[in-house]
Every structure is written in structure tokens, then in C-alpha cells.
């Protein structure tokens, strides 16, 4: 489509920034109270209060339910792993083990 003299073309630019929640913030300070983040531990109560499972603890980072907010295109899941001893109740804790009667 060409122009013609005498007629013009105009350019809109709309700022959608304000419709909706703001970014989450705090993802380094999770579990505090500024934070939009908690920490969390999956776990099924098995173990008492060992929070192991095959071996491993787990803590992720998630959004807290509260938080009216959007984790934004770069957030990335944090998560930090560290092993466990290895108990009785815990048998599946290394691999290739099978548990026996002795």
C-alpha cells in the first residue's frame, strides 16, 4: 500500500503494562517475609519428621499462595539438593539396594 500525497499514517503505541499483577520479587530471599517465594519440602510423612526421600532432601522455591504476583520469563525454579544418611526407615536411599529380612 503506497501513500498518495496529502495523506498521513499514524502510529499507536498502547502500554498494557498496568492490567496486570506485578512481577514476583524476592526469589533470593525466600521464606522471608518480603519475599513472594516459600520454601517447600515435599514429603509424605513416612519418615516422621526426615524430610528424605531416595536419598536426597529437596527444597524448592515456589511462589507463595498469597502473593498476587507473575513469576516473569526468565524466573527460573530454584532448587537445592543435599543427600541424606541412609536409615533403616529410608532402605530405597541408595541405588540398586534391596532391602532383606536380616
Known amino acids: 500500500m503506497s501513500l498518495e500525497k496529502g495523506?498521513?499514517?499514524?502510529?499507536?503505541?498502547?502500554?498494557?503494562?498496568?492490567?496486570?499483577?506485578?512481577?514476583?520479587?524476592?526469589?533470593?530471599?525466600?521464606?522471608t517475609?518480603?519475599?513472594d517465594y516459600e520454601l517447600?519440602?515435599?514429603h509424605d510423612g513416612r519418615f516422621g519428621d526426615s524430610k528424605?526421600?531416595?536419598g536426597?532432601?529437596?527444597t524448592f522455591v515456589r511462589r507463595?499462595?498469597?502473593?498476587?504476583?507473575f513469576n516473569g520469563e526468565e524466573h527460573e525454579a530454584v532448587t537445592r539438593i543435599e543427600p541424606c544418611t541412609c536409615n533403616e526407615m529410608d532402605f530405597e536411599c541408595d541405588m540398586g539396594y534391596?532391602?532383606?529380612d536380616g
Do not use: I
Open 64 to 69: 507463595k499462595q498469597a502473593s498476587k504476583c
Open 40 to 42: 517447600w519440602t515435599p
Open 7 to 31: 495523506n498521513s499514517a499514524f502510529l499507536v503505541y498502547t502500554d498494557f503494562s498496568q492490567l496486570h499483577e506485578p512481577q514476583c520479587k524476592g526469589v533470593d530471599e525466600a521464606g
Open 33 to 35: 517475609d518480603g519475599s
Open 98 to 100: 534391596a532391602r532383606t
Open 52 to 54: 528424605c526421600f531416595l
Open 56 to 58: 536426597q532432601h529437596k
